[in-house]
């Protein structure tokens, strides 16, 4: 069986003509170049050069050799680098998976960006699916990646979290509510005004971490006529049935016939992390990456 190395000396001598030649450019002596022609064209069973005064030239044998492995060198060529593309994370499809309350703007949009850059030949296949979807999805080996919002229920040993930077809360409010004349609120501010999110039974995210800082104050959100457990709360909130708890990132969707107020409670944070498997791709890892970095900056340069 003739090797990789073989047929890339063979190609070089039957390029320059000469041994002498060939074998300088292919940084070897001389006399193992000829020894490897001499043992390819015994493998082969035929001659491949004509060994001549000035050099050699190609047998007719050897020149219809030489058409058809050529083709097949470019292929490998192309196929290892291919390859090497592919291990260092800069090609491939990168299946990412995200939380509704973690929408394509701001940091997200900024990882995405970023991405597109160091990984041209790379495509990315988003899908927006609830936290506990994501973990199922990447533990199943259907998903390369996950962005979550926190908190998360139902965890899998097959998948790792690794944490993003703590965002701000603010409140999405009608802009004819009475309580948008006031330029920050309090969570306990909001006791007896209706939210247009619900908590999921099953699920943690965005609406879960807003229950949960409701209880702590000794209220339950009361739920207004029309809610929403999607982006599409920040639409019934211009509409006027309500307001919405909702992380600085989704601040930019806010539509008109709302406005935005900062909470002052300390606590009045969300988490949310990256999720993926156990041994992720490279791809997965080079994403990963980027987006605790851009994620960390945009939170540092919102501050």
Known sequence: MLSLRQIRYFLAVAETGNLSQAAAGLFVAQPALSRQIALMEEELGFPLFVREARGV??????????????????AIDEAAEDARCLARGESGVLRLLHSSSIPIGGPLLDSLQAFAKVAPAARVDLDRVSSEVQVAEIAAGRADIGVARMPVLRRDPAVQFIPLARERLVVAIP?????????????????????????????????????????????????????????????????????????????????????????????????????????????????????????????????
Do not use: Y
């Open 175 to 303: 802009a004819a509510h009475p309580l948008a004349d006031r330029q920050s609120l309090r969570l306990a501010d909001l006791a007896e005004v209706p939210f247009v999110s619900a908590v999921h039974r099953e699920r943690g995210g965005l609406a879960r971490r807003m229950t949960d800082l409701c209880l702590q104050r000794g209220f339950v959100p009361r739920m207004g006529n029309v809610i929403s457990r999607k982006t599409s709360m920040l639409s019934l909130v211009g509409a006027g049935f309500g307001v919405a708890v909702i992380p600085e990132c989704m601040a930019t969707l806010v539509p008109a016939g709302a406005q935005v107020r900062l909470l002052d409670d300390s606590d009045a944070t969300a988490d949310a992390a990256i999720l993926l498997p156990l041994a992720p791709s490279p791809l997965a890892r080079r994403f990963a990456v980027l987006c605790e970095e851009r994620w960390r900056q945009a939170l540092v340069a919102s501050e």
């Open 57 to 74: 030239s190609l047998t007719p044998a050897g020149t219809l050799f030489r058409e058809r492995i050529g083709d097949v060198a470019q």
